[in-house]
């Protein structure tokens, strides 16, 4: 019900209005959702029908030859995994009895990153590699990097969720080149990574509100990312967390304990990496958010999905759903901005196309189209669909700033694991005592063996790092860092670093970094001891080789894989070693470098599970629950695991 019709309980709505907000611009949002519920019919929203289970499934059994007959001299014959249909006597067709299903097919909506030809958004590597062979650890790499703008649109889909033909609406907002991504559809980050988009630049979501189509791919997010930081009214905050704890099982507190949430104030602005937002109801079925964001001097309007129609609002104030104040905020200065992005999907609730056509040329435009079926659109209607697509980013040209400069290093040295929950006065001291480097594609501007004395942070393109001695070959991009073990003086580089795309990096010198943060703390978590231990680590091991072979652990995220890194042990095991009895008290699990290992459970002894390289092994319920162990794990050969307490 609350999906269709909103929330049933309004009581503490007008406390989300800034105390500046207009008293009369305040929609009466019973009224407003009830006008809709009473347009809605349940006829017009679902065509129900009476049935009964038989029905949609008529049940048949295999016999002991095991053959089913079915009407019309068919019979099925079920065969050495496959089945095998059967027709007046003649085999007709082999179907195999499972299926595969691909991952992600959603990932196939975007074009091939073969046809990506807009160079002003995308740097294709072409610089020769030699790639390590024999037994190197190499990581994939996609030699895509998407120029992130200073501030622009990216459209992740533009249709609705009855559109068999397109992807459902969703955008990346880029201000001073990082991201909001607003009603992202579900794969959103596959999709960007992808085609060169790191994840790492996204730092919010918006939840304009909680129909399906707009709010599935945030709980995804949500459950992939380090803890993201979701921005909605409590309105709409409360709407989604009943929706997702009845649909997933979690209970609201556990799911609350995701993410972070910051409530949106209507009326105050918002300021988000260097942009200033300005969030207000939208006219629609449940509660739905509508803003403005200004960049410099430039700004875009977002509509929200709302009922944008002059005669129709007329009809709205004779009725008194709306007051004169809101409808004349609703229809002036909405298409006022450089770029604006309105939806217009299916009436009632939606905005109609013929809402556009007595506006003048030059503000049609600037209007796009979002949350509309391409079919849907007339061909003299004189305003345009949203592109879906990276290579269709809207990109609005605005004057950098020093300030701005500024905002932008913040972002991204604020945004590396070890560096998060610094003092202000640390992050001060970053800002000024890192300095920009700029590197030409293809050049190699760090050798294995030589003396090194400055950290890098990446801020735009794609290095390698790779190492003979070490045996691996790994990428990173904005936001990732290496130079680790210069920190530490006299230790010389353990890897070569070649620039694959145009650099931008932001270098902090050793001298600079012990000033900061002290070199001699003696402080097992202080920054410059967790950088030592990780360079350390990344010698002595085969870690991150190792996590690629487990498929949970392959896709953390770049933080999520550096915290492991920190928290993990490397320990040798000998054949026969018994790692944990059944009544032991659990101490820990283990990942598996190198050996092979067995598992026999209490409940079935007589059969034993063999675990080798990229294992993940642990008596998980006895280490959350705090009882006995259930199983017995021993090393049937030598071997090396990683073992995280």
Same mark, same amino acid.
């Given at each position: 019900?609350?999906?269709?019709?909103?929330?049933?309980?309004?009581?503490?709505?007008?406390?989300?209005?800034?105390?500046?907000?207009?008293?009369?611009?305040?929609?009466?949002?019973?009224?407003?959702?009830?006008?809709?519920?009473?347009?809605?019919?349940?006829?017009?929203?679902?065509?129900?029908?009476?049935?009964?289970?038989?029905?949609?499934?008529?049940?048949?059994?295999?016999?002991?030859?095991?053959?089913?007959?079915?009407?019309?001299?068919?019979?099925?014959?079920?065969?050495?995994?496959?089945?095998?249909?059967?027709?007046?006597?003649?085999?007709?067709?082999?179907?195999?009895?499972?299926?595969?299903?691909?991952?992600?097919?959603?990932?196939?909506?975007?074009?091939?990153?073969?046809?990506?030809?807009?160079?002003?958004?995308?740097?294709?590597?072409?610089?020769?590699?030699?790639?390590?062979?024999?037994?190197?650890?190499?990581?994939?790499?996609?030699?895509?990097?998407?120029?992130?703008?200073?501030?622009?649109?990216?459209?992740?889909?533009?249709?609705?969720?009855?559109?068999?033909?397109?992807?459902?609406?969703?955008?990346?907002?880029?201000?001073?080149?990082?991201?909001?991504?607003?009603?992202?559809?579900?794969?959103?980050?596959?999709?960007?990574?992808?085609?060169?988009?790191?994840?790492?630049?996204?730092?919010?979501?918006?939840?304009?509100?909680?129909?399906?189509?707009?709010?599935?791919?945030?709980?995804?997010?949500?459950?992939?990312?380090?803890?993201?930081?979701?921005?909605?009214?409590?309105?709409?905050?409360?709407?989604?967390?009943?929706?997702?704890?009845?649909?997933?099982?979690?209970?609201?507190?556990?799911?609350?304990?995701?993410?972070?949430?910051?409530?949106?104030?209507?009326?105050?602005?918002?300021?988000?990496?260097?942009?200033?937002?300005?969030?207000?109801?939208?006219?629609?079925?449940?509660?739905?958010?509508?803003?403005?964001?200004?960049?410099?001097?430039?700004?875009?309007?977002?509509?929200?999905?709302?009922?944008?129609?002059?005669?129709?609002?007329?009809?709205?104030?004779?009725?008194?759903?709306?007051?004169?104040?809101?409808?004349?905020?609703?229809?002036?200065?909405?298409?006022?901005?450089?770029?604006?992005?309105?939806?217009?999907?299916?009436?009632?609730?939606?905005?109609?196309?013929?809402?556009?056509?007595?506006?003048?040329?030059?503000?049609?435009?600037?209007?796009?189209?979002?949350?509309?079926?391409? /079919?849907?659109?007339?061909?003299? *209607?004189? #305003?345009?669909?949203?592109?879906?697509? %990276?290579?269709? !980013? @809207?990109?609005? &040209?605005?004057?950098?700033?020093?300030?701005?400069?500024?905002?932008?290093?913040?972002?991204?040295?604020?945004?590396?694991?070890?560096?998060?929950?610094?003092?202000?006065?640390?992050?001060?001291?970053?800002?000024?005592?890192?300095?920009?480097?700029?590197?030409?594609?293809?050049?190699?501007?760090?050798?294995?063996?030589?003396?090194?004395?400055?950290?890098?942070?990446?801020?735009?393109?794609?290095?390698?790092?790779?190492?003979?001695?070490?045996?691996?070959?790994?990428?990173?991009?904005?936001?990732?860092?290496?130079?680790?073990?210069?920190?530490? /003086?006299?230790?010389?580089?353990? *890897?070569? #670093?070649?620039?694959?795309?145009?650099? %931008?990096?932001? !270098? @902090?010198?050793? &001298?600079?970094?012990?000033?900061?943060?002290?070199?001699?703390?003696?402080?097992?978590?202080?920054?410059?001891?967790?950088?030592?231990?990780?360079?350390?680590?990344?010698?002595?091991?085969?870690?991150?080789?190792?996590?690629?072979?487990?498929?949970?652990?392959?896709?953390?995220?770049?933080?999520?894989?550096?915290?492991?890194?920190?928290?993990?042990?490397?320990?040798?095991?000998?054949?026969?070693?018994?790692?944990?009895?059944?009544?032991?008290?659990?101490?820990?699990?283990?990942?598996?470098?190198?050996?092979?290992?067995?598992?026999?459970?209490?409940?079935?002894?007589?059969?034993?599970?063999?675990?080798?390289?990229?294992?993940?092994?642990?008596?998980?319920?006895?280490?959350?629950?705090?009882?006995?162990?259930?199983?017995?794990?021993?090393?049937?050969?030598?071997?090396?695991?990683?073992?995280?307490?």
């Amino acid at each position: 019900r609350e999906t269709l019709l909103g929330p049933e309980n309004y009581n503490d709505f007008e406390d989300e209005f800034d105390s500046s907000y207009d008293k009369e611009l305040i929609p009466d949002i019973r009224k407003e959702t009830g006008y809709f519920a009473g347009k809605l019919t349940i006829d017009i929203l679902v065509d129900f029908a009476v049935f009964n289970f038989d029905i949609l499934v008529d049940f048949a059994v295999f016999n002991e030859k095991g053959i089913v007959e079915l009407k019309d001299g068919v019979c099925v014959k079920r065969a050495d995994e496959t089945f095998v249909i059967i027709e007046d006597g003649k085999e007709i067709a082999i179907i195999p009895d499972h299926v595969e299903v691909q991952n992600h097919e959603a990932l196939k909506d975007y074009k091939s990153l073969k046809t990506l030809n807009n160079k002003d958004l995308f740097s294709v590597s072409n610089v020769d590699v030699e790639h390590i062979k024999g037994g190197y650890y190499v990581e994939n790499f996609n030699p895509i990097s998407f120029k992130v703008p200073t501030f622009g649109v990216t459209i992740l889909g533009s249709s609705h969720g009855f559109d068999p033909h397109g992807t459902t609406s969703g955008l990346i907002f880029w201000v001073n080149g990082r991201g909001i991504a607003l009603d992202p559809p579900p794969y959103s980050l596959e999709k960007l990574r992808a085609i060169g988009v790191p994840s790492n630049l996204i730092d919010y979501i918006i939840i304009s509100h909680c129909h399906g189509d707009h709010d599935a791919g945030a709980l995804q997010i949500i459950l992939d990312h380090n803890k993201i930081e979701v921005l909605t009214t409590r309105t709409i905050m409360g709407s989604f967390l009943r929706k997702y704890t009845a649909i997933t099982g979690i209970s609201i507190e556990n799911l609350k304990k995701l993410f972070l949430f910051r409530p949106i104030k209507i009326g105050a602005p918002l300021y988000l990496n260097g942009g200033v937002f300005k969030f207000d109801y939208s006219l629609h079925s449940i509660p739905a958010l509508c803003f403005s964001v200004k960049f410099n001097d430039k700004s875009i309007f977002f509509s929200g999905d709302t009922l944008y129609d002059p005669e129709r609002l007329d009809e709205l104030v004779k009725l008194g759903v709306l007051s004169q104040k809101r409808r004349d905020s609703m229809v002036n200065g909405r298409f006022d901005h450089d770029v604006v992005l309105h939806e217009a999907g299916v009436p009632p609730i939606h905005t109609p196309i013929s809402a556009f056509k007595d506006l003048p040329p030059e503000k049609k435009e600037r209007i796009f189209l979002y949350h509309v079926a391409q /079919k849907d659109i007339p061909a003299d *209607a004189g #305003v345009r669909s949203a592109k879906t697509g %990276v290579e269709n !980013t @809207i990109v609005l &040209d605005t004057k950098e700033n020093e300030l701005l400069s500024i905002y932008k290093k913040l972002d991204i040295i604020s945004n590396i694991d070890i560096f998060q929950n610094l003092p202000v006065r640390n992050v001060r001291d970053l800002l000024e005592s890192s300095k920009v480097e700029k590197i030409k594609a293809g050049e190699i501007f760090i050798k294995e063996g030589e003396l090194g004395e400055k950290f890098y942070i990446i801020a735009e393109g794609i290095v390698r790092t790779y190492s003979e001695k070490l045996g691996f070959e790994r990428y990173m991009e904005v936001g990732d860092y290496f130079g680790e073990a210069s920190l530490k /003086k006299g230790s010389k580089r353990t *890897a070569n #670093v070649q620039a694959m795309t145009d650099l %931008v990096l932001y !270098t @902090i010198h050793r &001298d600079d970094f012990y000033f900061i943060f002290g070199g001699d703390s003696g402080s097992y978590d202080s920054v410059t001891d967790r950088f030592i231990r990780l360079n350390q680590k990344r010698q002595s091991s085969k870690l991150i080789a190792t996590m690629s072979k487990n498929s949970l652990l392959n896709d953390f995220n770049r933080a999520q894989k550096v915290q492991f890194e920190l928290i993990v042990t490397e320990k040798k095991v000998e054949e026969g070693e018994v790692l944990w009895r059944i009544g032991d008290k659990p101490e820990y699990g283990f990942l598996i470098q190198k050996g092979e290992f067995e598992l026999v459970n209490q409940n079935n002894p007589d059969e034993e599970e063999d675990f080798t390289s990229g294992a993940f092994v642990g008596d998980f319920p006895a280490m959350i629950k705090g009882g006995p162990c259930t199983c017995t794990v021993k090393a049937v050969s030598k071997g090396i695991i990683y073992a995280i307490r």
